[in-house]
């Protein structure tokens, strides 16, 4: 059974960074497309950025040049790496993973058949 895992929210000022951590257990990540998503309450859930199995990548283009996403297989985490975080930031952050390689949909909720519990950001003007 795969469990999947966040963690590295917190709060932060506008500016600053943060990293936030997703383990993937129960089997391994390299053979899996994984991403993260976020949702503010009452929104829609929001694709952030994905790396695909092939270690290819898509990111949102609100995040584009700020968010970098990696991921560590030997280590069974993928992590993302937040920069010049701003208040429009402030989310639920989620990780999801589904096995073998997603198309042009990595950024899309529907493909993803396991989910963490989400870590929250905030971000304070």
């Known amino acids: 059974q795969v469990h999947v895992s966040e963690s590295g929210g917190g709060s932060v000022q506008t500016g600053g960074s943060l990293t936030l951590s997703c383990v993937v257990s129960?089997?391994?990540?390299?053979?899996?497309?994984v991403a993260w998503f976020r949702q503010v309450y009452g929104k829609e859930r929001e694709g952030v950025a994905g790396?695909?199995?092939?270690?290819?990548?898509s990111y949102a283009d609100s995040v584009k040049g700020r968010f970098t996403i990696s991921k560590d297989n030997a280590k069974n985490t993928l992590y993302l790496q937040m920069n010049s975080l701003k208040p429009e930031d402030t989310a639920m952050y989620s990780c999801?993973?589904?096995?073998?390689?997603?198309?042009?949909?990595?950024?899309?909720?529907?493909?993803?058949?396991?989910w963490g519990q989400g870590t929250q950001v905030t971000v304070s003007s």
């Open positions: 999801a993973a589904q096995r073998w390689c997603v198309g042009p949909q990595l950024l899309e909720p529907y493909v993803y058949n396991f």
């Open positions: 790396i695909r199995s092939d270690g290819t990548t």
């Open positions: 129960g089997d391994l990540l390299g053979a899996y497309s």
